[in-house]
């Protein structure tokens, strides 16, 4: 799994850690590692170890047994009598020798585990069907035991569904008597539970096969069982919320604005502030909705004001003396004069932020409502495009 992106999200890397290893048993994962390659953390994990992440990941991997890379093992031999023990023996031979004598795939499965090179997988495709086994781990002689098993295969089935965006309204657990059996008893049994609509809960479904199971009675040990998905039908998502399930409907829009960052993080929900100033770059500015907010100032502006404003205003052309911008522009109303910013410097650039302007609204045959502004003196001269209204 690439977590990279997520690990924010789950609390840390740690309490992603904690999460994946605690539920990971329950599909039968017995060993997790970490490392900021796939192949890295696949050899790492083959050698029981985990943490692939706090030293430099060339010393980790360098010391590791060159069968530790599967694209190695069908040469294993052949390298073993040239010396090479390790991943950083195989990692040390001339790269031209190495692919022309052993094909470029060993290669290229040494510069995807170190990182040089982009990791590249084909699409899992999911089966059209549903059938999971699984092999008991002891024999199970009472039939409400049969649950430990089949929650397992539970949950690999609503994984499937989740994938498919489906819901199952039957599925069926099979299950196969141990060879020590009378005769009588058969090869197995299985038994059918049905939902009166689509579902891929796995804590509803086990509730119900745990009812379902009370009134079954085993005439031998089971050793298998197997699980199969029925009745498919599609179940759309729900549209999740960003804000916390309890949050309640009388919340102030400030304290849920800061309950969403605790939990995105304060730089990733932020919150629009209004200057007292006219000129459209610096009337408003963006700040992060945790930070107390100013004394919100009012700007009485002549004009409608458009809904998105260009970073940088676009110079347009002029045709018989009209701005033009997919076609002939038409001034519908203005002008709005805009003369300020005499006070405001950019140190930075060594240059003054005097703005004048005046702005108008126009209609543009395929564009619909435009802002422009017809600049003055420092402001250079012509007709320029500042804003497009929804």
């Not at 039968?28 to 796939?38: C, I």
């Not at 190495?98 to 590249?120: N, S």
């Not at 005097?354 to 802002?371: F, I, Q, T």
Request: proline share 5%; glycine share 8%; with cysteine.
């Amino acid at each position: 799994m690439e977590v990279e992106s997520s690990t924010r999200l789950f609390g840390g890397k740690r309490a992603l850690r904690d999460r994946v290893v605690a539920e990971a048993a329950e599909l039968a994962v017995q060993k997790v590692a970490w490392a900021p390659t796939s192949l890295a953390a696949l050899a790492l994990a083959r050698n029981n170890r985990e943490d692939g992440i706090r030293r430099p990941l060339q010393d980790i991997l360098d010391a590791l047994p060159m069968e530790s890379l599967r694209a190695i093992c069908p040469h294993a031999t052949t390298l073993a009598q040239t010396g090479c023990r390790t991943l950083g023996h195989v990692r040390a031979l001339p790269r031209a020798g190495l692919a022309r004598r052993f094909g470029k795939e060993l290669r290229q499965a040494l510069d995807r585990a170190y990182g040089h090179e982009p990791d590249g997988y084909v699409w899992e495709m999911l089966p059209e069907q549903f059938k999971g086994r699984l092999e008991l781990p002891f024999r199970v002689e009472h039939a409400p035991a049969l649950l430990q098993g089949a929650r397992r295969l539970l949950v690999q089935m609503c994984g499937w569904l989740a994938a498919r965006h489906a819901g199952t309204t039957a599925f069926t657990l099979h299950w196969w008597h141990d060879t020590m059996r009378s005769r009588e008893a058969g090869t197995g049994g299985q038994l059918t539970v049905g939902t009166a609509e689509p579902s891929r809960d796995v804590e509803h479904l086990c509730r119900l096969l745990a009812e379902h199971l009370a009134k079954v009675e085993l005439l031998a040990p089971v050793g298998d069982l197997e699980l199969t998905a029925n009745e498919v039908h599609e179940q759309a998502d729900s549209n999740g919320s960003l804000l916390l399930d309890d949050t309640d409907v009388t919340e102030s829009p400030q304290l849920v604005l800061e309950r969403m960052a605790a939990r995105l993080g304060p730089e990733a929900v932020r919150r629009c502030v209004v200057h007292a100033d006219h000129r459209q770059e610096w009337m408003a500015h963006w700040q992060p909705a945790a930070k107390p907010l100013p004394r919100q100032a009012e700007v009485s502006t002549e004009l409608p004001q458009p809904t998105w404003t260009l970073r940088e205003p676009l110079k347009l052309a002029v045709r018989n003396n009209r701005p033009v911008y997919q076609g002939e522009l038409q001034l519908l109303a203005g002008p709005q004069c805009v003369e300020g910013g005499w006070w405001d410097r950019d140190e930075v650039a060594g240059s003054g932020r005097l703005v004048m302007r005046d702005y108008w609204l126009a209609e543009s045959r395929h564009a619909g409502l435009l802002w422009i502004f017809q600049a003055k003196l420092d402001d250079g001269t012509g007709w320029f495009l500042h804003g497009i209204f929804g």
